[in-house]
């Protein structure tokens, strides 16, 4: 099964930015997307973008539109998520995750990444 490793989390000020990276091991076939998903504290996980492997087509939750860009890189096996204009309330730990083709849920799941925005 996949291995995912995500990368990148750390404390910065409001209005800063940050790359998160998710790196995939043990992969012997391409994944139907990628996601990226986050977690505040007290509340429920939450989708926050992804990218579809066959179109490269991506998508991403309202609260961070405009802001976050997911792309990945093929060759490093690696999915990115790139943060600026960051918020307090974006302030969660981020995970990555698979969907492989044919299956409908997200399969796959790394073990996060701490990300902090001071106000």
């Known amino acids: 099964q996949v291995r995912l490793v995500e990368s990148g989390g750390g404390l910065v000020q409001a209005g800063g930015s940050l790359r998160l990276s998710c790196v995939a091991t043990r992969r012997t076939v391409s994944p139907y997307e990628m996601g990226w998903f986050r977690q505040a504290p007290g509340k429920e996980r939450e989708f926050v973008a992804r990218i579809r492997w066959t179109t490269s087509s991506t998508y991403y939750a309202d609260s961070v539109k405009g802001r976050f860009t997911i792309s990945r890189d093929d060759a490093k096996n690696t999915v990115f998520l790139q943060m600026n204009s960051l918020k307090p309330e974006d302030t969660a730990v981020y995970y990555c995750?698979?969907?492989?083709?044919?299956?409908?849920?997200?399969?796959?799941w790394g073990q996060g990444t701490q990300v902090t925005v001071s106000s």
């Open positions: 995750a698979e969907q492989r083709v044919g299956v409908k849920e997200y399969s796959s």
